[in-house]
């Protein structure tokens, strides 16, 4: 392809930021600028004009956000095709023969009120419909850029794939190197080189002088050639308008010092302009790609992966006798009396740790991390602290879990979290800065004593890091998936979902008994006809036999408890021998029941 063979041989100048010279021109921020692709295409070929005249040899297409979720909260959802189809063609007419054309990918906006997370197959159709537009509209390449999800990204480039161009996967790095789900920029180097990118490449996040130390360590983790598209500094807010200070005689050194340290295709992100690209075209001249040299490094970093895992804590013992936790109710003021009772009869009867969700069903509990530290002093049990996405943001994570570290809590589970909607605080809204899998990232950083950014915070917090796995899914293997991709990121241990059929039992195990780490299937002992129903049809993740609904039909108070808890009793006793421990789920913090089921679970221990 024309792009690989270029780059082989020689340094490819790209254009600058379209954005900032929209907005000079009086468009306002608030404006959808791939819009203007349909109602001011003059306008956007214009501005192709000037950055070919600055001496870009690739410009790209006006369609950065012109996907769906970016377009529907606007009602244009429908044109999304029609945009992106339009930009390439406005892109093809502008460059001609004389420069190549990179049609423009930008990652996926959070629909407002829509909280869950879109599903790999949900990603990649949304960017097929973007990708196939801008394949027929002519462009040469694709670049999908500014991306902070890994995950999105991969997602985006098997959608690009599919069109046969050649793709650059661009990455927004932060200060430290890091994406801001903490990604470093190794890390992005291999994931992107395994799932077939031809270009690997660093833009906006941050200016200049972060972008050069991005691409060096692209430069040490990678063969594949590297694209670099720096901000022009940071933006002031200046008398109402946004201004960059970065002169381009300073941006286009910096570019020297790139294409130096291994960059072969060099623009500008926000803040560039066409004078910036000029200067940029002018230092590069007769300049040719730097010699690489990465294998020894590589290898470094890729047995550096391969730590044997250690179990600590309450999974010490794991494989020697049953490991068992006990989830407890956080209550719903300030008397902790209950609990702290329920983790001393729990600790003598044999358990291991005591599970403290955090605001489940996005109702207010006490804080959590307090009352695990409490636990922990008073009653003498390990606490598992589970830590959703919901409630903090990127900040507010990082500061809580190294505060949970300084008060003695070593276990936590990292879990999406309910949305807040579902709860009872009209007017509360969800964070979800991160998802489970950024969660259990940024706690594998934590441990090794760096934040999300790679800044040291001294010594690590030691955290045993769980996840969540739901067994009961139609869709087993997409859930396996999704628990490598935990254990990818981090994740040391697994609880389940409450199950009631051993043959779920079996296929989990089928599926996941080679991923190494302890699984424990959930137990929650039904207490009643109406609770068992309820938990059936309302409660995400949990299914019940219909064998077993028959079985607690008509059961209500102590022949419901009596029923629920025989039915637990048989599934202990069938799947004892075939798992390592269990996840105890009393229901309604009613400890006496897990205290029985220890009973059956140490039976011969």
């Not at 098997?158 to 789900?181: C, E, K, N, Q, Y």
């Not at 803040?271 to 940029?280: Q, R, S």
């Not at 045993?464 to 859930?479: D, E, H, M, R």
Request: charged share 20%; glycine share 10%; hydrophobic share 45%.
């Amino acid at each position: 392809m024309l792009l690989r063979d270029r780059i082989r041989t020689e340094i490819l100048v790209g254009d600058g930021a379209v954005g900032t010279m929209l907005y000079a021109r009086g468009i306002g921020l608030e404006a959808n600028f791939e819009h203007l692709n349909l109602v001011r295409p003059q306008l956007v070929s214009e501005l192709h004009a000037e950055y070919l005249a600055a001496g870009a040899q690739m410009i790209e297409t006006n369609t950065f956000g012109a996907n769906f979720t970016r377009l529907q909260p606007i009602g244009l959802e429908r044109k999304a095709a029609e945009i992106n189809l339009q930009g390439a063609r406005i892109a093809r007419q502008a460059a001609g023969t004389r420069a190549l054309v990179a049609g423009s990918v930008g990652p996926l906006a959070r629909l407002k009120g829509e909280e869950r997370e879109f599903t790999q197959a949900e990603q990649q159709d949304i960017f097929s419909v973007q990708v196939t537009a801008l394949a027929e509209g002519g462009v040469d390449l694709l670049i999908l850029e500014t991306f902070s999800d890994l995950f999105q990204l991969t997602n985006a480039l098997a959608a690009a794939r599919s069109t046969g161009l050649p793709v650059i996967a661009s990455m927004a790095f932060l200060d430290g190197g890091r994406t801001a789900a903490g990604c470093d920029a190794g890390q992005v180097a291999r994931e992107l080189t395994s799932a077939g990118a031809d270009v690997i490449g660093a833009n906006c996040g941050a200016g200049p002088l972060e972008v050069l130390r991005v691409v060096k360590q692209l430069a040490r983790a990678t063969t594949l050639p590297i694209a670099a598209f720096a901000n022009s500094g940071f933006p002031e807010y200046l008398e109402g308008r946004h201004i960059y200070r970065c002169t381009p005689d300073y941006f286009a050194g910096m570019a020297v010092e790139m294409v130096e340290a291994g960059a072969t295709i060099i623009g500008g992100c926000c803040g560039t302009t066409p004078d910036h690209i000029h200067a940029v075209s002018e230092r590069l001249k007769g300049m040719v790609p730097a010699p690489r040299i990465t294998g020894k490094s590589v290898a470094i970093v890729a047995a550096s992966r391969q730590e044997p895992l250690r179990r600590a804590g309450f999974l010490a013992d794991w494989g020697k006798r049953p490991i068992i936790t006990v989830e407890l109710d956080p209550p719903q003021g300030m008397d902790t009396a209950k609990v702290l009772t329920g983790s001393r009869a729990l600790k003598a009867a044999g358990a291991d740790a005591i599970n403290l969700a955090e605001n489940p069903m996005a109702r207010v509990r006490l804080g959590n991390i307090a009352l695990g530290s409490l636990i922990q002093r008073e009653a003498g049990i390990e606490t598992i602290i589970h830590i959703t996405c919901r409630d903090r943001n990127l900040l507010g994570l990082q500061s809580d879990l190294m505060g949970a570290s300084l008060l003695g809590i070593r276990s936590v589970l990292a879990v999406t979290g309910d949305p807040a909607r579902l709860g009872d605080q009209a007017g509360a809204s969800s964070v979800f800065d991160l998802s489970s899998f950024g969660l259990i990232k940024l706690m594998k950083d934590l441990n090794t004593g760096c934040n999300a950014l790679g800044h040291p915070i001294g010594n690590g917090t030691g955290f045993t890091i769980g996840c969540a796995f739901n067994p009961n899914s139609a869709k087993l293997s997409v859930q396996t998936a999704r628990l490598e991709k935990k254990i990818a990121c981090g994740a040391q241990f697994a609880q389940t979902q409450p199950i009631y059929d051993a043959a779920i039992l079996d296929a989990m195990i089928e599926q996941v008994g080679h991923l190494g780490i302890p699984v424990l299937p959930g137990i929650l002992p039904l207490v009643s006809e109406r609770n068992c129903e309820y938990l059936h049809n309302e409660v995400p993740g949990i299914v019940i036999p219909d064998a077993i609904r028959e079985r607690m039909r008509g059961k209500e108070k102590e022949a419901g408890i009596i029923e629920g808890l025989a039915i637990a009793r048989e599934f202990i006793l069938a799947v004892r021998d075939r798992v390592g421990g269990f996840y105890l789920i009393p229901p309604f913090g009613r400890y006496s029941l897990a205290i029985e089921l220890i009973r059956i679970i140490t039976e011969g221990r």
